[in-house]
């Protein structure tokens, strides 16, 4: 993380296409990962991504991908690079990006983050 903590987390929900889900999953695997993973990590560095399924449970999106960069320049490089590929409008229709700072309100108002922990 860098030392002013500005990391982005972007919450992308898109919507698979008809024509991604004509593959199988292993032609799926391949398009990808030899398509568009190679396009991100050649283009955008200090990002992480997590997917989360939600298919059984809306119809608007079937996935949330979770992308995490060290800042918003890391972020704008990755979004640029996804719009290079097939990912975004033939793979996938991006239907939302919801992009914020974690505990932003606190950093403005000079405070402690105020987080929840249950076990």
Do not use: C
Not at 11 to 36: G, I, Y
Not at 62 to 82: G, P, Q
């Amino acid at each position: 993380m860098p030392a002013d903590g500005t990391r982005v987390t972007a919450f992308m929900l898109v919507k698979t296409t008809p024509e991604w889900l004509a593959m199988t999953v292993a032609e799926r695997v391949l398009a990808f990962t030899t398509q568009v993973v190679p396009v991100i990590e050649a283009r955008a560095h200090g990002v992480r991504s997590r997917f989360y399924d939600t298919e059984f449970y809306s119809a608007r999106v079937t996935d949330v991908w979770v992308w995490e960069a060290d800042d918003h320049d890391a972020y704008r490089l990755l979004i640029d690079a996804l719009r290079e590929t097939p990912f975004w409008d033939r793979y996938f229709h991006v239907v939302d990006l919801l992009v914020g700072i974690e505990n932003g309100y606190a950093r403005t108002y000079d405070l402690e983050p105020v987080a929840t922990l249950t076990t």
